[in-house]
């Protein structure tokens, strides 16, 4: 762990490049992301994970996923079957709490069976952005609702999942994107919200959550708060906000450098996130002279980073008993009833 560094990374293909293996050997990244570019068919998903983890030595090396539902499902039939989106759960929660926080943990769970078998470990989810009349579809049906006790009941459901499968999960875009009227993947979104508005909703759920082990941030400028940086990259959010009214002290990971929200060199954008706090920088598009920009600004882990990165890696749970056919079966059967 002494020489790990402090980001997550992502690569070209669905099989590591010479490149690509030096440079995750030389700059030992704490962990990896994978896309749908990456992933072929089961066993190729597999060998790519070890490889992965072999080039660091690291045989438990966190391997993250955005898998979902709906639109942002990255592994897709026939390797595992199509799930609904955050807000068709939503919606069953709406019709029927119980049946709705059950939907939610049983998806979860499913992901847990679906992943942990190609040896990935850490799912991308909770979203726990609270919707916004006029806010960007980005989020959109990726959100479970407008109501932050929906949104919060329902991601300690899916969070529970995923954990009663062995994995681990990631809440994300924190402090809040559901205000966003631009995608921050093409432009940077300015949220002009009063900070008790924003307390009172957006922050409501991750406050709720703050216990969880890891979490994404926003690129997104809040006015109220920093005008200038977006809170990726804002000492004064990360600190006041993240870190102190919502009270998270597990690891931040920042959303994917390379996204458009975000200016400057790939360089650049990394040293700033560094500089604002966020523990993990997460490059996620495998173009190699873009990493080798992150990597020269990337610190070790060390002090309060290390901390966070021991207690996720002391985190990761045994999975449940939960029989498979009997959870896919009940899923199903709660999605036919909305």
């Given at each position: 762990m002494?020489?790990t560094?402090?980001?997550i990374?992502?690569?070209a293909?669905?099989?590591?490049?010479?490149?690509e293996v030096?440079l995750y050997?030389?700059?030992?990244?704490?962990?990896f992301i994978?896309?749908a570019?990456n992933?072929?068919?089961p066993?190729?998903?597999?060998?790519?994970?070890a490889?992965?983890?072999d080039?660091?030595g690291?045989p438990d090396?966190?391997?993250?996923?955005d898998?979902e539902?709906?639109?942002v499902?990255?592994?897709r039939?026939?390797?595992?079957?199509k799930?609904?989106?955050?807000?068709?759960?939503g919606a069953?929660?709406?019709?029927?709490?119980e049946q709705?926080l059950?939907?939610?943990?049983l998806?979860?769970?499913?992901?847990?069976?679906d992943l942990?078998?190609?040896g990935?470990?850490?799912d991308c989810?909770?979203?726990?952005?609270?919707?916004v009349?006029?806010?960007?579809?980005?989020?959109?049906?990726?959100?479970y609702?407008s109501d932050p006790?929906l949104?919060?009941?329902?991601?300690?459901?899916?969070?529970?999942?995923?954990?009663?499968?062995?994995?681990?999960?990631?809440?994300k875009?924190?402090p809040?994107?559901g205000?966003?009227?631009?995608?921050s993947?093409?432009d940077?979104?300015?949220?002009?919200?009063?900070?008790e508005e924003?307390?009172?909703?957006d922050?409501a759920?991750?406050?709720?959550m703050?216990?969880?082990v890891?979490a994404?941030?926003?690129?997104i400028?809040f006015?109220a708060?920093?005008?200038?940086?977006?809170?990726?990259t804002?000492?004064?959010?990360?600190?006041?906000?993240?870190?102190?009214?919502i009270?998270f002290?597990?690891?931040l990971?920042?959303?994917?450098?390379?996204?458009n929200?975000?200016?400057?060199t790939?360089?650049?954008r990394?040293?700033?996130i560094?500089?604002g706090?966020?523990?993990?920088v997460?490059?996620?598009n495998?173009v190699?002279?873009?990493m080798?920009?992150?990597?020269a600004?990337v610190p070790?882990?060390?002090?309060e980073?290390?901390?966070?990165?021991?207690?996720v890696e002391?985190?990761?749970?045994?999975?449940?008993d939960t029989?498979?056919?009997?959870?896919?079966s009940e899923f199903?059967?709660?999605?036919?009833s909305?």
């Amino acid at each position: 762990m002494t020489r790990t560094k402090a980001m997550i990374l992502g690569c070209a293909g669905q099989a590591l490049t010479t490149d690509e293996v030096a440079l995750y050997r030389d700059e030992q990244p704490w962990g990896f992301i994978l896309f749908a570019r990456n992933l072929g068919e089961p066993q190729q998903i597999r060998d790519l994970v070890a490889s992965m983890r072999d080039t660091v030595g690291r045989p438990d090396a966190p391997v993250l996923i955005d898998q979902e539902g709906g639109r942002v499902q990255r592994i897709r039939p026939p390797i595992v079957e199509k799930y609904p989106a955050a807000a068709e759960l939503g919606a069953l929660f709406v019709a029927d709490p119980e049946q709705g926080l059950r939907a939610a943990w049983l998806m979860s769970r499913l992901h847990a069976f679906d992943l942990t078998r190609l040896g990935i470990n850490v799912d991308c989810l909770p979203v726990l952005d609270v919707l916004v009349e006029g806010a960007t579809p980005a989020i959109g049906n990726r959100a479970y609702g407008s109501d932050p006790r929906l949104v919060t009941a329902m991601g300690r459901a899916a969070a529970a999942g995923l954990k009663a499968g062995g994995m681990l999960p990631v809440m994300k875009h924190m402090p809040g994107h559901g205000r966003a009227t631009v995608d921050s993947h093409h432009d940077l979104p300015v949220v002009t919200a009063s900070v008790e508005e924003l307390d009172a909703h957006d922050f409501a759920p991750f406050r709720a959550m703050k216990d969880e082990v890891m979490a994404m941030s926003a690129h997104i400028v809040f006015t109220a708060i920093d005008a200038e940086r977006p809170a990726t990259t804002s000492r004064t959010v990360i600190d006041e906000i993240i870190r102190g009214r919502i009270g998270f002290d597990g690891l931040l990971l920042s959303d994917d450098s390379s996204m458009n929200a975000l200016k400057g060199t790939l360089g650049e954008r990394a040293a700033d996130i560094v500089a604002g706090g966020c523990d993990i920088v997460l490059h996620c598009n495998g173009v190699m002279e873009e990493m080798k920009q992150v990597v020269a600004e990337v610190p070790v882990l060390d002090g309060e980073r290390l901390r966070r990165v021991k207690a996720v890696e002391a985190a990761f749970p045994a999975p449940d008993d939960t029989s498979e056919e009997a959870a896919r079966s009940e899923f199903w059967s709660l999605l036919g009833s909305v």
